[in-house]
């Protein structure tokens, strides 16, 4: 359902003065996920997780140079069919609570995932206090902004967009921060499981499932 091969991510940076430089962050990378799979990339910081999460969805920086070749449901992931399918077939729950729009209520973002759903206002409605009451959020939290939300508000309403937005393929960038050192492992277990049974994506890439080894931009 979703494969990559050879992908490759060069940045090209300013080393001294006006002089560049190339910066190779994923090297070769070989990816296969079947459906009903829930497959994790785990790595050090800087191994590349977040890229490939972003060279999927098509939103790496302006100076990012990708080679190789990313197909979904057998067709190749070009610019345009990206943007198409982002945020409505192929979405991401972000490790950085500043993916939310800091001028828009929490209530009018998830409004807005849900008619990209096609959803009617009433039944948006319907959908979203279900979704926030099972992620233990009563309903005023509609009316807040996300700089009045707490780190853990923020990541739970992050994770209710991409419940409402039902998505065939979930990417899911660093769950982790979600549960202490402690419970990580048994936590991200848990938490897929849930989003799993809610959203029941075709795939799911970053949980606990079948594990993929990052070691500087490459699945060892």
């Known amino acids: 359902m979703l494969c990559v091969q050879n992908l490759s991510v060069t940045f090209t940076m300013y080393d001294q003065g006006l002089s560049q430089k190339q910066t190779t962050a994923i ?6 996920i079947n459906a009903g799979e829930v497959v994790a990339v785990v790595g050090s910081s800087g191994s590349g997780k977040s890229l490939l999460a ?10 990012a140079h990708v080679r ?45 995932i849900a008619r990209l ?38 990541r739970r309403i992050l994770v209710a967009m991409a419940v409402i937005g039902q998505a065939n393929l979930v990417i899911a960038d660093e769950p982790t921060p979600l549960f202490n ?25 970053s949980a606990i499932g079948k594990i993929n080894l990052g070691y500087c931009g490459t699945l060892v």
């Open 54 to 63: 972003h060279a999927i969805l098509g939103i790496l920086p302006k100076n």
């Open 68 to 112: 190789g070749k990313i197909t979904y449901n057998n067709e190749y992931l070009t610019d345009k069919r990206q943007v198409e399918l982002r945020g409505k077939e192929i979405v991401l729950i972000p490790q950085s609570v500043s993916y939310l729009d800091p001028l828009m209520s929490v209530g009018k973002q998830l409004s807005r």
């Open 117 to 154: 759903r096609g959803l009617s206002t009433n039944a948006s409605q319907q959908i979203i206090d279900q979704v926030l009451a099972r992620y233990k959020l009563g309903p005023s939290v509609k009316q807040l902004f996300p700089f009045q939300l707490s780190g853990g508000m923020a």
């Open 181 to 205: 050192s402690s419970s990580a492992l048994t936590g991200s277990l848990q938490w897929f499981s849930e989003v799993y049974s809610c959203l029941k994506p075709k795939i799911c890439l």
């Open 27 to 32: 090297a070769d990378l070989e990816l296969h």
